[in-house]
């Protein structure tokens, strides 16, 4: 059964999943949803307690896919991707840290990454034509894109990154690559790279690169996060269980939501949050008010005041979240206006959001440190102070998605040890950089691509 695609806004026809993949967000600025949610039995989902992590991942993804990879191709692709651990730690009683952290690039953005790659470039090659990916980072998905993408044949990845904010750590994961992947550099704030984005989606006189965005707007990123969900229940010897998920622009906790949709016994999900607490406020009052300009804790992945996939949320709920655009230009006026209200009675039935500051973050490092001598970083430990504030029933699941060595200043100022550097970093700070550096201007980025010899 082939599963179509349709805007959160409606107003563009349904889409298949190849379409989908390619063009990330339909022209109508909204999000792809699936018009139909498949679901598993109950004994289909008890039977993942005897299959690994790679047979689950077919499993899930193969049912939005069916028609448009063949089994054997997919099979393969997931056996690429995932040839790394995923391990369900438990803490203490009913409480366990989901590791997402085990990848090439030490963050859960490989999950996603490593298969819409691999997705990208099989449709690339079935159509013939090579594409390019621009994307624009805050720090992890740079790194996990130009991993996953590395070496690939027909498809070729440019990052766009903030100079200032991305540690030196992520900035070498995205500059020292080289082959089909550059890297550019941006005098410039996140939201600056995402624009420069979004305008080469829209200029013609780039037309013939193909591009295409890697950004968690593509549907392509959630499918392979419904699968950890999946994975770390049928590891537990329980009913239900709680998640805690430290949320940015809310794609991990969509691959949450879509699992539950499908099936899966989840009592409740615990949406963690910094500092940028609209979430949290919304679920109370019913009113939604972006964070503008968002706060910049050190949870540096989830410093977002507007969730892009909140759209999606909202939509799953029966309501209608759009940013106002000007008709003629596509300019956004006012971000986040809420057309209809969804089933906000059902929603605080599912979800429940707390706001954790810096302190009780660096508080938690420490106390999981001495305690239980668990290391964990700034994100993961976002997840598991909002987990103990909701006070749920166990068992419960926090995701740490981040190695703490991708943040070695902030271990070591609370415990004054280093954090030990994993395989998957290793080497990387001698590693050679290449990137290019340009002020915040898209004509600029422009001449670069158009200048640039593709390999
Ligand atoms: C991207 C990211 C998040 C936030 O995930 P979203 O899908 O944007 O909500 C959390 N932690 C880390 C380490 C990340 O890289």
């Known amino acids: 059964m082939k599963i179509l695609f349709r805007s959160t806004n409606r107003e563009v026809p349904e889409a298949t999943f190849k379409e989908v993949i390619f063009k990330g967000q339909p022209e109508d600025y909204g999000l792809y949803m699936p018009v139909f949610i498949p ?16 047979d689950i991942a077919t499993d899930i993804i193969r049912r939005f896919t069916a ?11 997931v056996l690429d991707a995932y040839n790394f651990d995923v391990p369900l730690q438990r803490v203490h009683n009913g409480f366990y840290l989901l590791w ?21 470039e099989y449709f690339a090659k079935e159509e013939g034509r090579k594409i390019t990916v621009l994307v624009a980072t805050s720090g992890d998905t740079g790194g996990a894109v130009a991993s996953a993408f590395y070496n690939l044949e027909n498809v070729r990845v440019v990052v766009l990154f903030p100079y200032k904010e991305v540690t030196e750590r992520q900035r070498r994961q995205m500059t020292t690559l080289g082959g089909n992947i550059s890297a550019v550099a941006v005098d410039g ?18 037309q013939h690169l ?8 593509n549907f392509g990123r959630l499918l392979p996060q419904m699968v950890y969900y999946f994975y770390a229940y049928s590891r537990l010897d329980a009913e239900d269980v709680v998640f805690s998920v430290p949320s940015g622009n809310f794609g991990n906790l969509m691959g949450g939501v879509f699992a539950k949709r ?45 969730p892009s996939n909140l759209a999606r949320l909202v939509d799953l709920y029966g309501g209608h979240l759009t940013d106002e655009r000007d008709k003629a230009t596509g300019k956004v006026i006012r971000k986040g206006v809420l057309k209809v209200a969804p089933d906000m ?31 964990v970083e700034p994100h993961g430990a976002v997840g598991i102070k909002a987990a103990e504030k909701s006070g749920e029933e166990p068992p419960l699941v926090s995701l740490e998605t981040a190695d703490p060595a991708k943040f070695p200043e902030k271990i070591r100022g609370l415990l004054g040890i280093e954090p030990p550097i994993p395989p998957s970093l290793a080497g990387l700070d ?26």
């Open 39 to 54: 679901s598993l039995r109950r004994d289909e989902i008890e039977m993942f307690r005897q299959k690994s992590y790679t």
């Open 67 to 77: 028609d448009e990879i063949p089994l054997s191709k997919l099979e393969q692709m």
């Open 100 to 120: 997402l952290t085990k990848g090439p690039t030490a963050s859960f953005k490989d999950f996603a990454a490593r298969i819409l790659a691999r997705m990208m």
């Open 189 to 206: 704030k996140f939201d600056d790279c995402q624009a420069i984005v979004k305008i080469s989606f829209n200029d013609g006189a780039l």
């Open 210 to 217: 193909s591009l295409t965005s890697a950004n968690s707007i």
């Open 262 to 306: 499908m099936g899966l016994p989840v009592r409740r999900f615990v949406v963690a949050v910094n500092e940028n607490d609209e979430f949290p406020n919304f679920l109370q009052t019913g009113n939604y008010q972006p964070v503008v300009p968002s706060k910049e804790c050190s949870s540096n992945a989830m410093n977002v005041g507007h």
């Open 345 to 375: 009675e059902r929603m605080r039935n599912d979800f429940v959001s707390y706001s954790v500051s810096e302190e009780e973050v660096d508080e938690v490092i420490v106390r999981f440190y001495k305690r239980y001598g668990v290391l």
């Open 430 to 455: 001698n590693k050679k950089e290449s990137f290019e550096f340009i002020g915040n201007d898209y004509e600029e980025f422009k001449r670069y691509l158009l200048n640039k010899n593709f390999v």
